[in-house]
């Protein structure tokens, strides 16, 4: 496509609830990350892959949280028995590849604002 | 200390003035890194790339001093329209983890 592309835009859920969170990044684009930011903090890192391998996801909070891009294009989120603490933007990224100079470089979605209830 | 380090602000600054941030950072590895400004309710977006000693594109010069971990942001002549937060973006290692600093905030007033 011609941007990334993140679904749903506004998700309100209740506490317990499980939530999906999806990421369709620009096409070609080896390099896929999520990232979450909360109000007046910049993005925190949670995790990211190069093509469908997950490379690292050491900024996964706890393991209520796990993302996978099974093919090496789309990218899902997930989050179970989500808790009011959740509650944040949820950004995707993606660049263009995974080494030399212009790796590193990210084009944002336009997030995915999560409200726990 | 933090992996990337930024001053908060806010900056408040009046048109045409000049205004610099910086960013500290603690991985020495890190080889290349960037400045993305996010505006209000939207997405980051890539500013400046800085892979050597600097790098200027108009108004704005960014430069990095590798002995002291730290990379700075230069507006000059600042504009209303150059109101936003700036985001300070290191990679640790030799992989693709990008850490973002918490942002500096930038206001320009009339």
């Known amino acids: 496509g011609a941007g990334v592309s993140q679904s749903p835009r506004y998700k309100v859920t209740k506490r317990g609830q499980d939530v999906a969170l999806r990421c369709d990044p620009i096409?070609?684009?080896?390099?896929l990350y999520w990232y979450r930011q909360a109000l007046g903090q910049g993005p925190e890192f949670l995790t990211y892959?190069?093509?469908?391998?997950?490379?690292?996801k050491s900024g996964l909070p706890n393991d209520r949280f796990s993302a996978e891009r099974p093919e090496g294009s789309i990218s899902t989120l997930t989050i179970q028995r989500t808790e009011q603490r959740d509650s944040a933007m949820y950004r995707c990224?993606?660049?263009?590849?995974?080494?030399?100079?212009?790796?590193?470089?990210?084009?944002f979605g336009a997030g995915s604002r999560l409200t726990v209830l | 200390r933090k992996e990337v380090e930024q001053d908060p602000g806010p900056f408040n600054v009046p048109e045409g003035a000049t205004v610099a941030f910086n960013c500290t950072y603690s991985?020495?590895?890190?080889?290349?890194f960037f400045w993305y400004r996010q505006d209000c309710r939207k997405e980051p977006k890539l500013l400046m790339s800085?892979?050597?000693s600097g790098n200027e594109d108009g108004r704005f010069t960014a430069q990095l001093n590798r002995a002291s971990q730290y990379i700075s942001l230069l507006i000059r002549d600042s504009k209303l329209s150059d109101s936003a937060t700036y985001l300070c973006?290191?990679?640790?290692?030799?992989?693709?983890?990008?850490?973002f600093g918490q942002g500096t905030e930038l206001s320009v007033k009339p």
């Open positions: 990224a993606s660049s263009t590849t995974s080494g030399g100079s212009g790796a590193n470089v990210l084009t």
């Open positions: 096409s070609g684009h080896v390099s």
């Open positions: 892959f190069n093509y469908e391998a997950q490379q690292d």
């Open positions: 991985n020495s590895a890190s080889q290349s």
């Open positions: 800085v892979y050597s």
């Open positions: 973006v290191v990679p640790l290692g030799q992989g693709g983890k990008l850490i």
